[in-house]
């Protein structure tokens, strides 16, 4: 199909994620703009604007297209520069950029040249960063991955194995002119040529920045009950060239803080060198010639100990130590203690240094920071994002299975804790972890006011957004409005969303939910009696994705702009969608339910491996990491032939076998997760492979006699289709909570559009959303039968509304805010009032909503948005209430 181009004026504003300039002049940013049907068919014509309407350099490129070929998204990219207050995309052509990246290409290696430094990459070896240079002098060298292993999970084993990351290939994703990025591929080797840990590493790069991005992403692979993580870190080699007192080491502590040391100071000495001495010292200037020094002090330095080694330890949330000594073997002298370190260290001399820092550093706790052999000529800097002062990664299954060998055990102690249990399902084996790290090379020490900047941007990385004015317009990613308080009935549900999303951003603090494998995820339900999530109970701990909570946080942030819902919603696509989704082994492609342990329920299923879940931080941002974790899903649906998800409680379980040609495949949970997969593919990549089994399996359901009501259909592999005989009528409650509304809402979109041809596609769906919560009359009359499986009301209080908007029918608008004031599962009135806990009923201060659990949080969130998107016209009606 195609269009004719749209030639209406594009413009998008972009506004800082903050509403403030960063502190940091730009290391470049990227950000990715919205476009309806038709409108842009080539993102090279498009330009950006400042503030003041002057054009600023730019690179756009197509992240996503629609159906007629023209851009649905685009990327842009800024170079380093000052910022400006705001930005606006339109049409036309911006200026050349002064400066450019240039990566050329050897046998051996990638050089990526910023124009404010010279990165060498290495195409195998144990190197990623074979070199570092600013101004032709080398400032780092060898940056490569180091890890070590142990075959028990007590502290301080005897025989720690020690492995090293080894490149297997490297690849230039992207070429200038403002951004460059390569990607690295490889695993860690051990000693004996084990092989494992896989790694993926993005190296960005913007036009005049020093600083460049490091996205670290690992699979670990390894068996839980042998292999016990004791290390993983990125580290650099950093050549030292000046006497030891012009030698500088900075690392960051809490809010902004740094600790400014020399290997050898010159301050605090019995006798003074003077005050222009000490002054250039702790600014990391060049000291006078040591002639030039008081009191003999220059003679007499040779007695003033040098300083070989540094350590900065985060073990949790709330602490952290420094420590130094003088040489291996020489005990550690306490230097300093704090709360939350910003997870920056630096290390150099007047004649060049490097600065690496870790984003979530506390967060990703136990983390560290290492200098060492600073009174070397090549001294190291280690960023750890695993400590090997910490207790070795433990990932074993939490509890012995407590005697449940079959179905009905299971079943049964589901009934108590909530806990999907099956022998062997509760493995670690194939989740991945994600770091985003800083790199900033200097031609000298620079002033620490300079690093507590970097140190800033890392942690809180510059973030630009189209408006959400902008992002409505362009009507994407379901449906939501703007923000509207005129209307007092409007205005307190409106109330309501700020609540929710102000009550999880606190309690993100206050219950610590952070550390390596948890930070970005949530609580799933709460146990009052002890003031405390559950996060013991079963099925009642992580949240995992349950009930939508990743769209409930992006619709937010969409509608609102608000910075604290764009953040939440980032570290949690960042975790789901590595954490809690297996991208190797036999279950790749799968992601795993609730659980105390993010890995150990046995519900193992295409609902939380969803690309539903992950496309509003690629569309958002261009992130290249979110967009691999998409695209190696377009298989997943031969996951149905390796695993059953509903194998415990399905009626024919006793026959069931699947087969090839005739997967049970659900209509809900099940085909919304590869429709949205194969949506992502084809809007990529152009898959044509993806769209056909979208399109048809679209076409499959509006053909099948109770369309969506059927429930289940049976798949075939190999032609992505459905059989369409099956008539029956089957109901759960689950099947439209897991993106199922957003994917349908954009797919009736595109058919509206004359984009995707569909018959009966949008008429089953409108049935669904119609009859879900009809009277049992009206269902019997049109399916023969009133489904059992009719639950979470106020949740699908928002399929009603939709049927309401496209029918124009008021009375099912009505029973949809009648639906909707009903409530969730356990919400009242305290879901939505805080209540401050205090010592000695807990360890400390804490706000608690009593019947708030994580499931309401987020459908609520998601019905009160589209129900106001769509019916709020009929909120406050008489038949309304």
Not at 739 to 745: A, I, K, P, R, Y
Not at 861 to 874: P, S
Request: net charge negative; glycine share 10%; aromatic share 8%.
């Amino acid at each position: 199909m195609t269009t004719t181009p749209n030639t209406n004026p594009v413009d998008v504003p972009l506004r800082w994620l903050d509403d403030a300039l960063p502190d940091l002049a730009l290391a470049g940013v990227t950000c990715g703009v919205p476009f309806t049907p038709g409108t842009v068919t080539d993102p090279a014509d498009l330009a950006v604007l400042d503030a003041s309407g002057a054009p600023v350099p730019a690179q756009t490129w197509r992240l996503a297209a629609w159906p007629d070929g023209s851009v649905k998204w685009a990327g842009v990219a800024l170079g380093a520069s000052e910022p400006a207050d705001g930005y606006r995309v339109v049409r036309g052509t911006g200026p050349a950029p002064a400066t450019r990246v240039r990566v050329t290409e050897h046998p051996d290696t990638v050089e990526v040249d910023t124009g404010a430094a010279r990165i060498v990459l290495s195409r195998n070896g144990t190197d990623l960063v074979r070199s570092i240079l600013v101004g032709g002098a080398e400032v780092a060298s060898s940056g490569r991955l180091v890890s070590s292993r142990q075959d028990r999970p007590e502290p301080d084993v005897p025989g720690r194995v020690h492995a090293a990351g080894h490149v297997r290939g490297c690849e230039v994703e992207q070429v200038g002119p403002l951004r460059a990025v390569v990607r690295v591929t490889g695993v860690h080797i051990e000693p004996d040529g084990r092989e494992w840990l896989p790694f993926t590493v993005r190296l960005v790069f913007a036009a005049g920045a020093a600083t460049f991005r490091v996205v670290h992403s690992f699979v670990w692979d390894g068996d839980p009950d042998r292999d016990f993580l004791s290390s993983l870190g990125l580290r650099f080699t950093v050549p030292l060239r000046a006497a030891p007192h012009d030698r500088h080491v900075r690392i960051a502590g809490a809010e902004g803080g740094f600790l400014r040391e020399a290997v050898r100071g010159l301050t605090g000495l019995r006798r003074d060198p003077g005050a222009e001495v000490r002054a250039a010292q702790l600014d990391g200037r060049p000291t006078p010639d040591p002639s030039t020094w008081d009191r003999d002090v220059a003679r007499l330095s040779r007695w003033v100990p040098t300083w070989s080694d540094y350590t900065l330890r985060q073990p949790n949330a709330n602490g952290f130590a420094i420590r130094k000594r003088t040489a291996p073997g020489r005990p550690w002298i306490d230097v300093a203690q704090g709360t939350r370190a910003d997870g920056l260290a630096y290390l150099g001399d007047t004649g060049g240094g490097l600065a690496v820092g870790l984003s979530g550093f506390w967060q990703s706790h136990p983390t560290g920071l290492d200098v060492r052999g600073a009174d070397s000529d090549a001294a190291t800097l280690t960023t750890w994002l695993w400590s090997p002062d910490a207790e070795p990664m433990d990932l074993r299954f939490y509890h012995d299975g407590l005697g449940q060998e079959d179905y009905a055990d299971q079943l049964d102690a589901l009934e108590i804790t909530y806990e999907d249990y099956e022998p062997g399902f509760g493995t670690a084996h194939g989740i991945g972890r994600t770091h985003e790290l800083t790199v900033t090379p200097f031609a000298a020490t620079p002033p620490v006011a300079e690093l507590a900047r970097i140190a800033r941007g890392t942690a809180l990385r510059p973030q630009l957004a189209p408006a959400p004015e902008a992002l409505h317009a362009a009507r994407v990613l379901g449906d939501w409005d703007l923000p509207d308080r005129t209307d007092p009935r409007r205005a307190a549900l409106e109330d309501r969303l700020d609540f929710l999303l102000d009550f999880y951003a606190g309690q993100v603090d206050q219950r610590s939910w952070c550390g390596f494998w948890n930070y970005g995820d949530v609580m799933h339900a709460y146990d009052a009696d002890r003031h405390t999530w559950r996060y013991d109970v079963g099925g009642y701990a992580w949240d995992n994705s349950e009930l939508s909570p990743d769209l409930w946080l992006w619709t937010s942030f969409l509608r609102t702009g608000r910075a604290d819902a764009y953040r939440l919603a980032e570290r949690m696509t960042r975790h789901t969608g590595d954490v809690d989704v297996y991208h190797a082994g036999p279950w790749q492609g799968l992601g795993t339910r609730h659980n105390v342990q993010h890995w150990g329920c046995s519900a193992k299923q295409v609902r939380i491996s969803t690309p539903a879940y992950r496309r509003a931080h690629y569309f958002l941002t261009g992130d290249e990491h979110t967009r691999d974790l998409m695209l190696e899903l377009r298989d997943s649906d031969a996951a149905f032939l390796a695993l059953d998800p509903t194998r415990k409680v399905r009626a024919d379980a006793a026959t069931y076998r699947p087969e090839r040609r005739a997967l049970a495949v659900g209509l809900g949970t099940d085909w919304s997760a590869l429709a949205a997969t194969w949506l992502a593919d084809w809007e990529i990549t152009g898959s044509e492979r993806s769209r056909d089994r979208l399109v048809g399996t679209m076409r499959d359901i509006g053909a099948l006699p109770k369309g969506f009501f059927t429930g289940e259909a049976l798949y075939d592999l190999d032609t992505g289709r459905f059989d369409t005989a099956r008539d029956r009528v089957s109901v759960s409650h689950l099947s439209a909570v897991f993106g199922l509304v957003e994917v349908c809402s954009e797919l009736v979109s595109l058919i509206d559009a004359g984009l995707v041809d569909a018959p009966g596609f949008r008429d089953a769906w409108l049935a669904y959303c119609r009859l879900y919560l009809a009277d049992p009359e009206v269902q019997r009359a049109e399916l023969g039968v009133a489904p059992d499986g009719v639950h979470l009301e106020q949740a699908h209080s928002r399929l009603t509304a939709y049927a309401a908007d496209r029918l124009g029918d008021d009375a099912l608008a009505d029973r949809a805010w009648r639906a909707y004031f009903a409530g969730g599962e356990f919400m009242g009135e305290d879901a939505f009032r805080a209540v401050r806990i205090l010592p000695p009923e807990v360890l400390s201060p804490v706000d608690e909503a009593r019947t708030l659990s994580t499931n309401d949080a987020a459908q609520c969130g998601l019905a009160t948005i589209q129900n106001l998107a769509l019916i709020g016209m009929r909120l406050g009606t008489p038949e309304a209430e």
